[in-house]
């Protein structure tokens, strides 16, 4: 089955500096990804869909320019958090549909970022 | 903005015991997901249901999509201690973006 592969799964940063997550479809191509963002005990929000080759389309409310998307090639997109701060601490999840399917994504296992 | 409300936020059950849990929206969605998610990991598709009034199960669960489109309920029978999670309903149209609610959380007392 479709499988979406995330790394790293936890990653610990200090403060002001950027970090790189990784979201890559293994077994299917994907020329849309979707960036989710998830606070404790809270749901999925989504935060912005990356298009393959274009440019990311950001949810309201998420500033672009500190949440860099790429998506550079039809199996992988990358997420930075830039200048990241204690408030950006969360667990982030990317998704893909899968080739073919008429509904749902397929979830990578997440990311936990904390920014000390 | 299309929501989600999704009910009970949390369940404290025996095990063995049968769960039901319930979503609705203030929008149409054609096709309603539900979703589990373990400690730390991303969500599992569980069951999707795209007719309305369509009754669906998978093994032990069950879900229907409400007629109007708007609700849907999901069922566990017979609890085990690795149904423990949280449960996600989602909307979604076409291929458009995935509208989650906000999670019922099952605990299954020892």
């Known amino acids: 089955g479709a499988v979406v592969s995330q790394h790293p799964s936890r990653v610990i940063c200090k403060s002001g500096t950027s970090v790189k997550i990784e979201c890559r479809s293994l077994?299917?191509?994907?020329?849309?990804m979707f960036w989710y963002r998830q606070f404790p005990k809270q749901s999925l929000m989504l935060m912005a869909t990356?298009?393959?080759?274009?440019?990311?389309?950001?949810e309201q409310g998420v500033e672009k320019d500190k949440f860099l998307i790429n998506h550079a090639s039809l199996t992988l997109s990358t997420l930075t958090v830039t200048s990241a701060h204690p408030e950006d601490s969360s667990f982030y999840i990317c998704?893909?549909?899968?080739?073919?399917?008429?509904?749902?994504?397929?979830f990578g296992s997440g990311t936990r970022l904390t920014v000390v | 903005g299309q929501q989600l409300n999704q009910s009970p936020q949390s369940m404290f059950i025996q095990e063995g015991e049968d769960v039901s849990m319930n979503c609705t929206s203030s929008s149409i969605f054609n096709t309603w997901l539900w979703y589990k998610q373990d400690p730390g990991e991303g969500p599992v598709l569980l069951i999707a249901?795209?007719?309305?009034?369509e009754l669906t199960s998978n093994g032990r669960l069950t879900a229907q999509f409400g007629i109007t489109r708007k609700d849907s309920f999901l069922n566990i029978s017979a609890s085990i201690p690795s149904d423990v999670g949280i449960y996600f309903c989602a909307g979604q149209n076409g291929n458009d973006k995935i509208i989650f609610g906000k999670g019922t959380r099952l605990h299954i007392l020892p």
């Open positions: 249901l795209y007719k309305a009034g």
């Open positions: 998704s893909a549909p899968p080739q073919g399917a008429d509904y749902g994504y397929t």
């Open positions: 990356s298009n393959e080759g274009s440019k990311a389309t950001y």
């Open positions: 077994d299917f191509q994907a020329t849309t």
